[in-house]
């Protein structure tokens, strides 16, 4: 992360987003599959860790690369992409709104209060009880209900920001600048797309 200033002097908080170049490597359509979607690849892969069935995936998009991580995603009805063609950052314009969707960090084992913002018990007074779960709730089935919120792992799974805006967009170097932060550490991988929410703005 970093920051940038806009035109009135304003401080905006931002994320570095490497965004390209991904290829398409593999096309759906509603008459094949279904549904229509485009798989693409992204960063380079090591010869040596791509297996056969998959040299022979990536050989169908004519692009000759292996690429370390495939995703698909859905397109609209009209949209045409090629095999091989290279989507980059200028996809995406200044002053519109992107989801962005990684694994977060990962906290290990946590408890009620750090993992679902409960509030704690007294800490004076002769309480015994200050950051423990609290009632379990519902003593008449004498078990616990399924979904309630207790300690446990924290992090480390798929998260989705919404709505975050794109400030500025350098197609020369493929680099987007969206404020505010992200999902995952500095390096990770993660998906950006158009927004589903704030597509009115």
């Known amino acids: ?8 002097g304003r401080a905006v908080p931002v994320t570095v987003i490497e965004a390209g170049p991904c290829t398409v490597v593999q096309k759906k359509t ?5 549904y229509e979607a485009i798989q693409l690849g992204f960063g380079k892969q090591k010869e040596r860790l791509v297996n ?4 022979g995936h990536f050989k169908k998009s004519g692009s000759g690369k292996n690429f370390k991580f495939l995703r ?3 397109t609209d009805t009209g949209e045409s992409y090629d095999l091989g063609q290279e989507i980059k950052a200028d996809v995406f314009n ?3 709104y992107v989801d962005v969707t990684g694994t977060s960090k990962g906290k290990g084992f946590a408890g009620v209060i750090k993992r679902w913002n409960f509030n704690r018990a007294p800490m004076a007074h002769g309480s015994m009880y200050h950051r423990r779960t609290g009632s379990l709730c519902a003593t008449d089935p004498a078990r616990v209900f399924k979904g309630r919120k207790l300690a446990g792992r924290l992090g480390g799974v798929q998260t989705t920001i919404q709505g975050l ?3 500025k967009v350098d197609p020369g170097r493929n680099i987007l600048l969206v404020k505010g932060a992200v999902p995952g550490p500095n390096g990770s991988f993660v998906v950006v797309r158009k927004t589903v929410k704030n597509a009115k703005k």
């Open 1 to 8: 992360m970093t920051q940038v200033f806009r035109s009135d």
């Open 30 to 34: 509603a008459a094949t599959d279904g």
């Open 52 to 55: 056969k069935p998959m040299k």
């Open 72 to 74: 698909e995603l859905r």
């Open 94 to 96: 200044e002053g519109e």
């Open 165 to 167: 805006e794109v400030i």
